[in-house]
């Protein structure tokens, strides 16, 4: 039985690597919690595993594109669409992010939710990342939430989310929860709702 769950653990333990290296993300996963909780998210396995090659893939394409790139913008992948996050006053920079998403193999949608006119500065991130933790937390503390189907982003008080709802109730508390945290200014929703 265990051989069956090694290529698996090491794919997804690679790419976990890649990911982190190339976004400077210092967090450590066991490889085994990581398989548990791809096992028990709506995209499964094999849908986890995909989305995490298409994230290290457009997070490579971005660090050989320049550290301005990827210190502005942000990718998270669900189900082969790609919500692109961030602040900048260079136009430039969004566009080449869409260009580059577009050049990986497997995603199926780029949605563009990088705010031009303003960048970001580091009180705004450190508020962004508190806003992040606490609507994550409103929802996983949620009996009525599968709060794993969910990636939450905060860019300038506006929150982001993108993933599965279980349905149109679920989705619509996960949106009243990020609207409910003190200083967000917005919450933007690509989540999809699950057809039963």
Known sequence: MTRLFTAPVLLLTSMIA????????TAVVGAGATVGVAAVQERGLRGRASDLKIEAQVLEKFFKAGFKLTSTIGAEVYEGRVLLTGASTD????????????????VKAVINE????KNSGISDIA?????????????????DIFSINYVVETVNRTVYLIGIAQNEAEHKRAKQHAASVKFVRNVISHVRVKNY
């Open 127 to 143: 508020q962004d990342s508190w806003i992040t933790a606490q609507v994550k937390s409103k929802m996983t503390f949620d009996e």
């Open 18 to 25: 890649l990911s982190s290296i190339l976004s400077g993300c």
């Open 114 to 117: 990088i705010q031009i006119g």
């Open 91 to 106: 136009t430039k920079i969004a566009d080449e992010a869409v260009k580059l998403v577009w050049q990986v193999d497997g």
